[in-house]
Every structure is written in C-alpha cells, then in structure tokens.
C-alpha cells in the first residue's frame, strides 16, 4: 500500500476556513487511511475493575476535619466517592485505599469516617504534598479496567501543578483515558499553605474547596460520575462542581447532514441539494469509508453551502467546545495514481505517496450560520487564484482546534492570584484548569475533522 504523506505538513490556517477536494472522472478517488469512522466511544463501565482512593493527608487538609453531628460538604463528598464505587459492576472488584503526602501509605478504614472528623488521620505520611507521586503506574496504572480517585486541596509543594499537568497528560489523557475534577466547598478551621510569604502555614476560619481528581476510561469515569451526583442530594445542593477532561468530546465525528448517498430524485427523503451546495453533486461514499464523495460543475466556481451535523456531546459535564470559535486548519492534496506494477517491483528510495504536497495559493473562506432547526449551516468558499482547477482528484480537510478561551470557565470563582488575601480561594486554580483543558486539547482524537472528495470531470 502507498504510504500516506505526512498528515497535517504545510496546513492553511484561516480565521475563518473550510475544506474541499475534488476526484478523477476516470478513475476512483484514492482511498486514504485512516479517514474512516472513528471508534465508538465506550461509555459503559468495565465489568471488571479495580479502584484506588488516594486522600491527601497532610496538615492543609486537616482544617477540613469536625467532629460535629451534622456533616459537612468534605465528609459527604468522603461518603459520595466510597458509595459511588459500589454502584460500578463487578461486586467483586478490589477498592484499595491510600493516604499520602511526600510518601503513599495503605489505609484500610472509612474514609468519610476518619479522614472527614480525625485530625490524626493528617500525619505519618510525610507533610509534603506531591500528587505527582501518586500518578505513577504502581499506584494509578492507566489500564481501563482501572478506576482511580485522588483527593486534594490542590496545594502542591512550591505551588508547583506542572508536574502534576505532565502526569496527567502523558500518563493518562495521551492514553485515551478520561481525567475528571469534582469540587465542593466546605467549612474549614486550620492552616492554609499556599500563600506567598508563609512556609508555616496561616490559621483561617472559613470555607475552602477541597477536590476529587478522577482518572480512568470515560465509561468509568462518567459512570462514577453520574453515580455520585445520585448518592447524596445534600452534596448536590452544596454547589458541587464536575468536569471530565477527556481526548474525545462529541459521541460522533463532525460530518455532513445526511450519509451522501446518491437517492432516487422521485423519493420523499431524496437529498435535498440546496441543503448541500449550489454546484455539487453528491457521488456517494468513498468504498469502506465514511468519507463523502461529489462532483462539481467543470465550469462552475469552486463554490458550495453544506449543511453539517452539530456534534453532540459525550455529555453535559465534558469539557467541550464551539466549533464556531475554534481555529481552523484547511488542507487540500491532489489524489496521485497508485504506482504502477514495475515501480512496485523496483521501488524508488523514497516509496511514492498517493497524496500530492498541500496546494498553495488556495483562497479558502467559511461563514457559519444556524438554520430553522438550529443544524449549524457552515457555507465554504474555496478559490484556486493561481490556476484553473484541473480535472482529477483532490482531498480537502478541515481541521478544528478549540481555543484555550473555551476552557471551563465555571471554577473561576473559586480561583485567585493572591491567597494571602482571597484565603476562601484556591491558589492559582484558573491556571490548573486551563493546562489541564490544554492538555485534553492536545491528545484528541480526529473527530474535529471533516474529510471528503470532490470529482472534477
């Protein structure tokens, strides 16, 4: 098989951009790999799991302790994450539990018992707080069948959450799996470290959010999810916060608004052309792909409107995105003729490539609207300013890449530059949920992506 060129080598970028490509009339498109459906998503948990609860025990944490009757959001969020584990499959699943700091100590007792009201609980696991520890295979391996759970005040050492970003991303997200954040604020009566002129702490009476980070498949993540918010309403209604970082948002790819079958012109459901563009025609799908094929008026400009499907969301707590403010890369390559049977027998010492360079001195622009039924309408323009279009076969993608502006905006109130003086706050949260959004960005999967092939006779 031909090899493909490199994937995204000499890419246009347009403020606002599209795609196009068109196909020889004498002869098929060229199939190009790994353009076909993507991997359903798998959102149901695993029937056999095992599941690590890490609780951060060093003295930051210990102002979330009381021993008073009525339970505060700290112990009931405790509760929450050891009752959600119970509602995941497999009853014979193995739940280990652990408490750190600088080191990662065994403890078999009730989490929301000892760590929610014993201060003593806070000690013997060294009082450094290195969460990047705990992320490490021997103790939250990056299996599927591996459900992980760390609870922290998000205080690192030197306020240091880069390494605790690197872990993340190149242990998990870069891995497929999902990495959630949940949050809670609750009452608070002891020393707060992240402050920028105190190493021994500053006493603080108030409230303070403590969080749960969750790391596993997105089926055991969300599942986990969706059990916790079911476990406790008193949690739910103490304002309780959930997003899930994951390499693949949207349940399906983005593609056109139908499957680009050809249709009977006298059937009901036949495509509806003004829907697609005002000079193509649609040829089908390219064989074993999903990839759409169509034709284009020889003299016609270069010019059509084509309805695509909104996307939909893995679900409602996924960090996501607007298409409409992402970036968009465009890309067009002329489909080469495989190599003939003599240059297969005697390869040259670059084997040939069934894709052209990216052309240049494209013009691409692309206006999106909604329609009637709120479908996103994304009208593309494509301009060969150079040269006529020449008959053959060419492949448009278009790429869309969110903005780190789109992260999840909604845990900025409980951010803040300066916890010397915001001491309900957390150090620099804002920061933390942008890296970790940035990494989420950079390990997805294509599906942000539209591909298909345009046949110029």
């Known amino acids: 098989m031909p090899k493909l060129i490199a994937f995204l080598r000499t890419m246009f970028l347009c403020s606002i951009s599209f795609v196009l490509f068109v196909g020889c009339a004498s002869e098929p498109p ?64 193995k739940v280990l539990k652990f408490k750190f700091g600088k080191d990662i100590v065994p403890f078999p007792g009730s989490l929301h018992v000892t760590a929610g009201k014993e201060k003593s609980f806070y000690n013997g696991a060294g009082q450094i707080t290195l969460i990047q520890n705990v992320l490490q295979q021997k103790y939250t391996p990056s299996n599927p069948e591996s459900l992980s759970v760390v609870v922290t005040d998000l205080f690192q050492q030197d306020r240091d959450t880069g390494l605790l970003i690197a872990a993340l991303s190149k242990n998990y997200l870069s891995k497929g799996l999902s990495v959630a954040l949940i949050g809670v604020k609750s009452e608070f009566n002891g020393k707060i470290f992240d402050m920028n002129n105190s190493t021994a702490g ?28 079911l476990t406790n309403t008193s949690l739910q209604s103490s304002g309780t ?46 064989p074993g792909t999903n990839i759409c094929k169509f034709l284009i008026d020889p003299v016609a400009q270069a010019k059509f409107t084509a309805l695509i499907q909104a996307p939909v969301l893995l679900s409602e707590d996924v960090a996501s995105y607007d298409l409409q403010q992402s970036e968009i890369f465009v890309e067009v390559q002329r489909a080469i003729e495989p190599p003939t049977q003599t240059e297969q027998e005697n390869p040259s010492p670059k084997p040939p490539s069934n894709l052209s360079e990216p052309l240049k001195d494209i013009e691409i622009s692309t206006d999106f609207s909604k329609d009637t039924s709120n479908a996103l309408l994304l009208k593309m323009t494509l301009n060969f300013k150079s040269q006529q279009l020449a008959q053959g076969s060419y492949l448009v993608q278009v790429f869309f890449k969110p903005k780190i502006s789109n992260y999840p905006m909604k845990w900025d109130d409980w951010s803040t530059d300066n916890a010397a003086v915001e001491k309900s706050k957390t150090q620099e949260l804002t920061s933390f949920i942008k890296k970790l959004y940035s990494a989420s960005i950079e390990t997805q999967k294509p599906e942000a992506r539209m591909a298909f092939y345009v046949t110029k006779p």
């Open 202 to 229: 500053v006493p603080y009476i108030g409230t303070r959010p403590v969080y749960a980070i969750v790391i596993g498949s997105y089926g055991n993540v969300s599942h986990y999810i969706e059990a916790i918010k």
């Open 241 to 286: 916060k959930y997003t899930i970082f994951t390499p693949q948002v949207f349940a399906k790819p983005i593609s056109f608004l139908g499957d680009c079958a050809v249709r009977d012109p006298a059937s009901k459901d036949a495509w509806n052309l003004d829907k697609v563009s005002d000079n193509l025609k649609p040829d089908g799908l390219l």
């Open 30 to 93: 060229v199939p190009i790999p790994g353009l076909g459906e993507l991997v359903p998503v798998v959102t149901q948990p695993s029937d056999k799991l095992e599941v690590h609860l890490f609780v951060d025990a060093t003295e930051s944490m210990s102002g979330f302790t009381t021993s008073t009757a009525a339970a505060t959001p700290y112990q009931l969020l405790l509760k929450a994450l050891e009752d959600g584990v119970n509602s995941l499959p497999d009853p014979t699943k």
